[in-house]
């Protein structure tokens, strides 16, 4: 064997031959390249977003933002029998079972708006267990750059209560906020 290729390992033995040998050039630098790729990507995440992110994992991310702005500023005003929260998207649909994951530890517990009923004036009321509860939903979202979105949205209580707003977005410190509130009717 050539020893550009290969040298002697000091003190190893193996087979007959007393000698063991060792690639000494070769897939080195290919390892070394090898590491730093990995470190990169692990570390860096190839820029700001996470490397499995879908669209509409990045619409939900928006879309988390504004429910809890909603929760956070509606809360006080609700009233205080509110016992769970309904999430709806678009007019009336279920959002995705990945958003409603996201809110799997909080007081008070988050479900699909299908998991409600509406009573017309008498409120919005859990299907299997009669609870009170209040719909949020997020109607229409829209993109306005990489770190801005438009949303619209709001809140049902039946009779009690409702409001509609226009949310503006932004990517902020690294996190989405919303940045300013439109309200459009509420009570």
């Known amino acids: 064997m050539s020893t550009f290729f290969t040298a002697p390992l000091q003190g190893a033995k193996f087979g007959t031959t007393g000698r063991a040998y060792r690639l000494t050039m070769g897939l080195e630098p290919l390892r070394v390249a090898f590491t730093l790729l990995i470190a990169l990507a692990t570390i860096g995440g190839w820029g700001c977003q996470k490397a499995t992110e879908t669209p509409e994992d990045r619409d939900d991310d928006v879309r988390v933002a504004v429910y809890n702005y909603m929760f956070d500023k509606y809360m006080p005003e609700l009233q205080a029998d509110v016992e769970i929260y309904y999430l709806a998207v678009g007019s009336r649909s279920d959002p995705r079972s990945d958003l409603i994951v996201r809110f799997k530890d909080h007081v008070p517990p988050v479900k699909k708006v299908s998991a409600s009923s509406r009573l017309g004036t008498g409120g919005v009321h859990d ?11 997020i109607g229409s979202l829209k993109w306005i750059g990489e770190k801005e979105a438009i949303a619209t949205g709001g809140l049902y209580q039946g009779g009690e209560s409702a409001a509609s707003s ?8 690294g996190e989405w906020v919303v940045s300013e509130e439109d309200m459009d009717y509420g009570d």
């Not at 226009?166 to 410190?173: A, G, K, N, Q, S």
């Open 127 to 137: 299907r299997s267990t009669g609870q009170k509860g209040v719909v949020f939903n």
């Open 166 to 173: 226009t949310f503006h977005v932004e990517w902020l410190d």
